[in-house]
Nanobody, 125 residues
Framework: QLQFVESGGGLVQPGGSLRLSCVPSGESLNHADGVGWFRQAPGKEHEGVSCISVSDGSTYYADAVKGRFTISRDNANNTIYLQMNGLIPEDTGVYYC?????????????????WGQGTQVTVSS
């Protein structure tokens, strides 16, 4: 399975924005069908946030972020982005990328529970 390196997190005030990036480690993005962004808040399980098809760019969003987050891909630069606007404290957590599919209303990782280092997002005043 693909491993990813995530970046772009930080501390932001409520209402602020961040853009996260993830790049597959040593592989081409084209080796994945779909890539998802996941997050883990303190004391909680990993939660699928958004997913994008590498081939046709179709996207899916969890209800919690719909209308605020935008996932995109740059196949030429081998990068997946997550533009996060209107951030709220509930968005705080470590954000990860992984190969993913959408099953029903759920974004499911194809990483067998193996996560990279992630990037920390903290939304606080």
């Amino acid at each position: 399975q693909l491993q990813f390196v995530e970046s772009g997190g930080g501390l932001v005030q409520p209402g602020g924005s961040l853009r996260l990036s993830c790049v597959p480690s040593g592989e081409s993005l084209n080796h994945a069908d779909g890539v998802g962004w996941f997050r883990q808040a303190p004391g909680k399980e990993h939660e699928g946030v958004s997913c994008i098809s590498v081939s046709d760019g179709s996207t899916y969003y969890a209800d919690a972020v719909k209308g605020r987050f935008t996932i995109s891909r740059d196949n030429a630069n081998n990068t997946i982005y997550l533009q996060m606007n209107g951030l709220i404290p509930e968005d705080t957590g470590v954000y990860y990328c992984a190969g993913a599919v959408v099953l029903g209303a759920e974004i499911v990782g194809l990483n067998f529970g193996s996560w990279g280092q992630g990037t920390q997002v903290t939304v606080s005043s």
